[in-house]
């Protein structure tokens, strides 16, 4: 099924419940800097089982964007009680973040959907990033095998009509892991109201980067897995260097999708004269963060 081409901004905007929080921020001045291992300790985020998480207390030095949290059960499988909707731990995206270093931006997902338990019904779609008014996607990969890393094969999940994983597929060969793309195809989840939840590259389609990316499987816990992933965005933005940075992402039966929004900018640089450089400070703007649940079709 092809998608429907949406845009972040007409997704965003068709969403029921929005909650909006506006702050100005800044990177600090020797900011501790993030690593992409799957290990949240360094944002300031506890994941473990039996709902010992702690998505509260993010740490304050890492040019933190924006992010949302939502810590359901973790003991709900896959047909317990959400909030507001069914779906349980299997299917529940708990907690998104971005943040920006540089010209580097990071960002971290915390979900019950590990990458090693696809055709157990439920699979993981593609993150959706969208910088400056143009969309790209991310290929998450997984579903056949454990943690995932940048490079690894991609996957693309077929889903029967209540919204469960029937097979998987691998993807154009250079639709690997961590890869990012623009111009693509996106693949709509089954269950109305649709969205798109899985990249598909196509011969207009331009690889812009691969990021600095890990899924991971039971490393951390048997109960969540992280994605987390580094991009270099300085050539994403505009001349000016700044830019609306949106990301969303979502199980590939659309149940529960996770969204950040935030108007940001990046140093850039000016040579007035040969050997001088004058860098402007590192600024950023409103953000918001948006939530969305859609029920999970029961099978047949």
Known sequence: MRGSKKT??????????????????????????????GNLSDWGITVG??????FSALAGDIGLLASFTEDQNDNAGDSGYLGPNQGGQN???EFLGMALQGSTLYVAIVTGQRPDNGLTRFSPGDIHLTIDGVEYGIEVGGGTGAAVTEGDAGATYNLNGSGWTTSVAATNPLQTAGSVWTNTDWIADPIAPQTDVQMKITGS????????????????TN??????LALDISNLLGEDGEGLIGIYWSPSCGNDVVQALHLA???TTEVPEPGT???WPLGVGAMAGVRYRKKLARRA
Do not use: K, M
């Not at 997704?11 to 291992?37: E, Y």
């Not at 089982?49 to 702690?54: A, C, E, G, I």
């Open 223 to 228: 109960q969540h897995a992280i994605i987390e």
């Open 49 to 54: 089982d039996n709902n010992t998480s702690n």
């Open 91 to 93: 299917y529940d995206a």
């Open 277 to 279: 450089a004058l860098v």
């Open 8 to 37: 972040f901004g007409s997704i965003a905007g068709s969403i029921g419940a929005v909650a909006l929080a506006f702050a100005l921020t800044a990177a600090p001045a020797g900011a501790a800097t993030l690593t992409v291992d």
């Open 265 to 267: 900018s990046i140093p």
């Open 205 to 220: 389609s331009t690889q812009v980067g691969t990021a600095d990316y890990v899924y991971t499987a039971n490393t951390v």
